[in-house]
């Protein structure tokens, strides 16, 4: 082929070469917000149940504490344990997990 044949095939070469890189970066750039966005998502929700991890362990302590110290005024001086039947109804904290 000469030179004169070659020339008019250059800029459709070019531009389905650019067209190519194009889709490529699209769909690069695409893949990279989707994995950005879906790491994002998982670390809010381990930090929210990490929160609601923290949240039950101290409000069980609190709720432990109150029951040790009702058995001891029991033990000590035989008063009689105080039994809230609203509190037996509802679901242990560790269930919401």
Not at 42 to 49: E, L, P
């Amino acid at each position: 082929m000469e030179n004169s044949q070659i020339t008019p095939w250059i800029p459709v070469i070019a531009t389905l070469c650019g067209a190519l890189f194009g889709l490529f970066a699209s769909f690069a750039i695409a893949y990279f917000n989707k994995s950005t966005e879906d790491r994002k998502d998982k670390d809010d929700r381990n930090r929210k149940r990490l929160e609601k991890i923290y949240e039950l362990v101290i409000s069980s302590k609190s709720g432990t504490a109150m029951q040790m110290a009702h058995l001891f005024n029991w033990i000590h001086s035989e008063m009689p344990i105080p039994v809230d039947k609203d509190d037996l109804s509802t679901m242990p904290p560790l269930i919401e997990l």
